[in-house]
């Protein structure tokens, strides 16, 4: 995930990036990477092959920006990773992000949620969560 903030001066517009990444890397090493999700092409900065300043241009900033294939990618590693327990429910906690587009992309993949309360059950249901799915830790 990455928030975009694009700024204007007289000069010229300045996109900001703040990258949220589960490991402490460089930018250097997130563009450097055979499966860099940011990359330059032709002087221009893309992530997940968007280009970064179209979308500074299409929506207000700061914005936040995920990736669906990494996302997906990460379900499939941890769905993997448990393949020899087949019926273990894996459960996204509701608190940490609870985007709908990103709930639903969750939810088509049949992960579980973590909810701790009423607020969190109902965006839950709303991204096609479900309930049976659906653990209450409140």
Excluded: W
């Excluded at 990258?19 to 221009?44: C, N, R």
């Amino acid at each position: 995930c990455i928030c975009l903030t694009k700024q204007q001066n007289p000069i010229r517009t300045q996109l900001k990036l703040l990258i949220f990444h589960p490991y402490h890397v460089s930018l250097e090493q997130l563009i450097m990477s055979q499966t860099a999700l940011l990359k330059y092409h032709k002087g221009k900065l893309f992530f997940d092959n968007v280009c970064l300043e179209s979308l500074a241009s299409k929506y207000q900033t700061p914005c936040y920006i995920y990736s669906k294939n990494a996302i997906l990618n990460a379900i499939s590693q941890i769905k993997s990773a448990f393949s020899i327990l087949p019926d273990t429910l894996f459960c996204y906690a509701v608190k940490a992000n609870s985007n709908l587009h990103l709930l639903e992309i969750i939810a088509k993949e049949g992960i579980g949620f973590d909810i701790v309360s009423q607020g969190e059950l109902s965006r839950v249901l709303k991204a096609k969560g479900k309930s049976d799915k659906t653990v209450f830790s409140g």
